[in-house]
T-cell receptor
Framework: GENVEQHPSTLSVQEGDSAVIKCTYS??????FPWYKQELGKRPQLIID?????GEKKDQRIAVTLNKTAKHFSLHITETQPEDSAVYFC?????????FGAGTTVTVRA | DTGVSQNPRHKITKRGQNVTFRCDPI?????LYWYRQTLGQGPEFLTY????????KSRLLSDRFSAERPKGSFSTLEIQRTEQGDSAMYLC???????????????FGQGTRLTVV
C-alpha cells in the first residue's frame, strides 16, 4: 500500500517568512496529491492539490511542487501570517485510497 | 448545510459497550471514507465505500469494527465491545470520482470524538 512520509513534524517561523513542508510517497501509481490544513478542534480542509501531470501549482501565497521521478512533493507558504498557524497534512491517492502523512504543526511567531 | 455531517459529535461510553456513529456525505458523492485520528497524528484509513460497496477495510481494524453504507447514501460505523484504545476522533469524508484520473477533493465531516472510560 501507499506510505506517505512528511517532514518536519513541527515548524516555527517568523511572521512574514516562508514555510516549506516536504512529503514523499511510495506508490508510483499515485496520481493526486492534496494538502489539508487542520485547525485545533476542526475538520481537515483542503488548501491546495496537484495532479500527477502537473509539476507546480500556485494559489496566492500557497504553492505546491511535485517531482514524480523522485516521488516527493512540497508545500510552500510565503509571507506567513498568524492565521497560517495550524497542522498541515499531505496526502496521496492511488485509484481511491487517500493516505495521509503524519502532519506538520506550523507556528507563526508574531 | 450541504457538507458532510457526522453524528454524534461527542460520545462517552463505558468499556465493553457498543457504539454506532453516522455519516451523511455530500449527496452526489459516490465515495465515502472512514478515518481515525488520534492527537498529533494524521488521519488513519479505516475503510472505504464506492457507492454501497465496501471495497477495502484496513488490516489494522479488528473484527469489532464494522461499517455499512446501505443504498449508497449515509454510512454507519459500529464498534463493538469498546476498549480504551478505541478513544479517538472518527472522521468521515466523501468525494466524487468521475472516472480514471478524475478524483476530486475529499470533504471531511466534523468528526465524532469517542472517549471510552
Amino acid at each position: 500500500g501507499e506510505n506517505v512520509e512528511q517532514h518536519p513534524s513541527t515548524l516555527s517561523v517568523q511572521e512574514g517568512d516562508s514555510a516549506v513542508i516536504k512529503c514523499t510517497y511510495s506508490d508510483s501509481a499515485s496520481n493526486y496529491f492534496p494538502w489539508y490544513k487542520q485547525e485545533l478542534g476542526k475538520r481537515p480542509q483542503l488548501i491546495i492539490d496537484i495532479r500527477s501531470n502537473v509539476g507546480e501549482k500556485k494559489d496566492q501565497r500557497i504553492a505546491v511542487t511535485l517531482n514524480k521521478t523522485a516521488k516527493h512533493f512540497s508545500l510552500h507558504i510565503t509571507e506567513t501570517q498568524p492565521e497560517d498557524s495550524a497542522v498541515y497534512f499531505c496526502a496521496a491517492i492511488n485509484d481511491y485510497k487517500l493516505s495521509f502523512g503524519a502532519g506538520t504543526t506550523v507556528t507563526v511567531r508574531a | 448545510d450541504t457538507g458532510v455531517s457526522q453524528n454524534p459529535r461527542h460520545k462517552i461510553t463505558k468499556r465493553g459497550q457498543n457504539v454506532t456513529f453516522r455519516c451523511d456525505p455530500i449527496s452526489e458523492h459516490n465515495r465515502l471514507y472512514w478515518y481515525r485520528q488520534t492527537l498529533g497524528q494524521g488521519p488513519e484509513f479505516l475503510t472505504y465505500f464506492q457507492n454501497e460497496a465496501q471495497l477495502e477495510k484496513s488490516r489494522l481494524l479488528s473484527d469489532r469494527f464494522s461499517a455499512e453504507r446501505p443504498k449508497g447514501s449515509f454510512s454507519t460505523l459500529e464498534i463493538q465491545r469498546t476498549e480504551q484504545g478505541d478513544s479517538a476522533m472518527y472522521l468521515c469524508a466523501s468525494s466524487l470520482n468521475g472516472g480514471a484520473g478524475a478524483d476530486t477533493e475529499a470533504f471531511f465531516g466534523q468528526g465524532t470524538r469517542l472517549t471510552v472510560v
